[in-house]
């Protein structure tokens, strides 16, 4: 059996961090599995859906290394849910219900006044012909929901009816068919709901594993039964922890901060956000995984933790530090340029451990290049003075460090930071970055004699 997995996100906004998960857990588990990713936008929505979120989504997975196998569009598959709608309705499945929403939530609002769940009462399924009639004629529109099969015979006469699947995530999982409302399938205007959909297309595409956050568990048991009912073998599910701010807040898009593209556009490497939102809340250690390949080694959905997945941004910073400190030149070639930065390899080697973003790179840059605001301390204006004539003569090397230091060090008996700190702020205006022996001869004889007094 060939694996197929999907991620259905709605293009009416920007994919954050949050969801970003899901899509990388599908993703990984395809490609580990030798399966076959598909990206199925949920796009029924047509007021809300916009084609330019469409392509933001596929930019962003793209950036991430998320590259699908398939694109499909629920928009173009109408056809295939109205099919799936008669077949339920032929078979006594989907019935009309004209209630209104204050209707229902008067209804709802007395059940637990008696101390009852708030569970829908069937009212539609008893409707005669001539009441259903009645309701056209004043104008309403029949909702449709799914008889869910938790009833011998009588679908008035509930009995306890447990779904349980195994979940990838979460072992062994049940609901109670029982304690559930008939689910709405199709709204009053003919469109029909996700839930619905969704099943729709997993059959029809053939997907194999649905996996998704946890936030999904509850709807899983009616699914399972809606799925039986239009003859299908439901798929095997997992149920991942959701990825939440460190307050414990869900992600939404509304936190545009997280978006992906904002965390592009911050300088941040696509390999520590994937690494962070395939590793928080997992038992593997949140580390800077360098490829997809590498990642796909690591993906494991037995690991993933029931305890909330935390996003820290401080955690994602460091992560991203750690993998610009080992990118080699070649993977940042283009973007160096792209920031006008006309160095080569020697350049990047010695400032790359200093650098949180490869954009950082550009400080250094403006350092070797100038002009800088050269610091001087009072107290070390002699000392910077007597270091020029002690600078040594010919090509600036590695080497021309050490011998300057030294020299000054013999004529001044300065050590360490009072020996080193002077000569960096002056050369470079800052107080701390590059080992100043690989830093001297990108910055040229020209330019320290030029910011020595």
Known sequence: MTVIVRFAPSPTGHIHIGNSRPALYNWLFARKTGGQFILRFDDTDLERSKQEYVESIEQDLRWLGVEPDR????SERVASYDAAARKLKDAGLLYPCYETPDELERRRS???ALGRPPVYDRTGLRLTADERAAFEAEGRKPHWRFLLPNHDGDPFETKRTEVSWDDLCRGTQAVDLASLSDPVLIRAD???LYTFTSIVDDIDMGVTHIIRGEDHVSNTGVQIAIFEALGATAP???HHNLLTTRD????????GTLSIGSLREDGLEAMAVASLAVLTGTSQAVEPVATMDEL???FDLSSVSRSPAKFDPDELRNLNARLVHELPYDAVKERLEGLGIAAGEDFWE???GNCQTAADALDYWKVVTGPVDSRIEEEDREFVAGARDLLPEGEITPDT???WTAALKSQTGRKGRGLFMPLRRVLTGMDHGPDMKALLPLIGRRNILDRLP
């Open 110 to 112: 007395r059940q637990r």
């Open 296 to 298: 796909v080694g690591k």
């Open 190 to 192: 003919g469109t029909s």
């Open 248 to 255: 414990g807040e869900g992600l939404s898009k509304r936190k």
């Open 401 to 403: 460090w050490g011998l």
């Open 350 to 352: 010695t400032v790359r």
């Open 71 to 74: 694109i499909e569009r629920q």
């Open 236 to 238: 095997v599910f997992g």
